[in-house]
Structure formats: C-alpha cells, structure tokens
C-alpha cells in the first residue's frame, strides 16, 4: 500500500507597507531609510512619498529608490499635506498592516517584527498595535520616552487598551509615529480624512469606534522633536490646525453613544476651549463652546469661558 508523502503548508508572513513620507526631511532622511533597511522582518512593500520637498530631500529618495528597486516612489508636484499624500500610496499598496512612517524619525530593527507578531496574537477586532518610543532632539539626543515611568513606576501617560473610544476623547496617550494600523481597518474608514490638517486624532476616534487598539509595551521607535514638525506649529495664528480638531470633535459628537462618552468629549473640548482662549483664537473658541454645549456636560466655569469667547476681542 502506498501512503502520499505528507505536504505542510506553507504560511507566508504578513505583507507590512511602509509609507514613508517627507516634506523637507533633508537633514533626517538617510537616517530614516537606513532604518527601514535595518528591519529584521522581511515581507515589506516601501512607498517613498515625497510632498513636495524644496531641500534636496528628492534627490536622496532617488538615491535609495535607485538602489532598491522593489521600492516605489511618488514624487507629488504640489504640498498637499500629509493625509492626502500617504492616501496616494495607501490606496496603491497591498499590505495587511500598514506603517505611516514620518521620514524625520527612525524605526528601531525589531519595530515591524514585534508588532506583526502582536498582532498575530490579538483578536481579530484588533485595528492598530501602538507602543512605547523614545523621544530624539534634531541632533539625534535622547529626550526621554514617551510613555515614561512615574514615582510609583507606573507610565505616564497611561496606555490604554481594548475598546478605547472613550479614553481616546478624554485624553492624550498614543504616539503616532508607532502605530502599525490594519488594512482592513483603514479601509473600513475611507483611508485619512483629506479635508483634515492632520491626521491622528481623527484615525483614533473613527476607528476606536468599531476596532480596538492594543499597547505592546516596548520601545520600538525613536520620534524626532524640532520646530519644524506639524505639532511644534499648533495654535498658531493661521495655522489649520485648530480647525481640524474642531472638526474631527464635531464628528466626535456623533460617534458617541453614551452619556459618558459625552462627558468624556467635554474633557477635551474645555481643554481645547481653555487653549484658544490662551492663544486668542475667539472664533474657534466659540465654536468649541458650542460643542461643549451640545455635550450636555458643559459646568458653570465653562460657561464662563464662553461668556469670555463671545467678547470682542479678536
């Protein structure tokens, strides 16, 4: 009697996309491709996104696309922003998971190796691994961690995990640059918003909606700080920064299904509310005091910020 050899399956690891996007990342971007290259997991597509650089930034892109043939690159005409210039290489890419990977900072070799395997072990309504990082000066200087121990050894700020929809309106505590995100959640969203100045606080809110997030507590990347990022430029006169927030806020209203949920939205607006009054931004002020508002949490000093929103001065 013949008996048929036995035939394993072969499972092939997760396709991860990188999109790594620049905008005048010149002093930054070797660094940054080199980390990528470091990587200790090997089953990558790279889209290399230039938005437009005016400092040489593209000729290094070319350098690397040309020395990696594998890689894509687009090279935008015009600044469109960053929501609308990773959507232009998402919506061609084909990972599982997928990187947003700002070209100012550096990814850690084990960084897409461990959160793929995060991944892997998580349910299946898992949208987006996150976790710890190290924060850089422009010279490359460490600055401490993001999620860093206090007093009592315990991280500040607090990671959250599992359905995080309310935590995500109440308070600050995900670092952007170590999201590893799911297609499917992505998709699930339309992609980044790209009407929006920015894109992170928008991603959690929508999709800690229906998808939960999970802290892997490991230091995997390093984020550059320096005056020239997007955060560095919030509340500046002009700046579409603010505006953006009240929108992804506003949408926030919608999203939420509970009077808690309402409360927590009010702990970000008065906080919003309390910064554009700093920063003279009376027009959005109010704005963010009629929200507060229709949260039906707004308290007796907030209607006293609102009363200061209304006043002629700016």
């Known amino acids: 009697m013949q008996t048929r050899p036995l035939i394993h399956a072969v499972t ?7 999109v790594a996007l620049c905008h005048n990342h010149a002093p930054f971007l070797r660094q940054a491709l080199d980390s990528i290259l470091a990587q200790t997991y090997t089953s990558m597509e790279v ?4 938005d437009a650089s005016t400092d040489g930034s593209r000729d290094v892109l070319r350098e690397y696309a040309a020395a990696q043939p594998h890689w894509q690159m687009l090279l935008l005409t015009e600044n469109v922003g960053n929501c609308r210039a990773f959507n232009a290489a998402f919506r061609q890419s084909r990972g599982e998971f997928v990187i947003d990977f700002a070209t100012d900072d550096v990814l850690l070799p084990q960084r897409i190796a461990q959160q793929v395997a995060a991944f892997q072990r998580a349910e299946g309504t898992v949208g987006m691994v996150y976790s710890n990082c190290e924060l850089i000066d422009e010279a490359g200087r460490s600055l401490g961690l993001h999620h860093r121990p206090d007093a009592a050894g315990q991280p500040v700020p607090r990671p959250a995990s599992g ?18 995100m799911r297609r499917a959640c992505l998709e699930s969203l339309g992609g980044y918003d790209e009407t929006l100045a920015y894109e992170d606080f928008d991603f959690w809110v929508r999709a800690s909606r229906d998808w939960q997030f999970l802290y892997f507590n490991e230091v995997t990347t390093r984020k550059r700080k320096h005056p020239r990022q997007m955060s560095a430029r919030a509340y500046r006169r002009l700046d579409p920064f603010l505006a953006s927030t009240i929108r992804v806020c506003d949408k926030a209203l919608d999203l939420c299904r509970t ?56």
């Open 259 to 314: 009077s808690t949920e309402r409360e927590a939205l009010a702990t970000r607006l008065r906080w919003e509310l309390k910064k554009a009054l700093q920063h003279r931004h009376m027009a959005q002020a109010r704005q963010l005091d009629a929200l507060l508002q229709l949260t039906g949490h707004q308290r007796l000093a907030d209607k006293v910020l609102g009363w200061v929103a209304r006043l002629p001065l700016g």
């Open 163 to 180: 359905w995080v929809f309310e935590q995500v309106l109440r308070r600050y505590f995900i670092s952007t640059p170590t999201m590893l």
């Open 12 to 18: 092939h690891p997760p396709l991860v996309t990188v």
């Open 47 to 50: 889209w290399l996104v230039d």
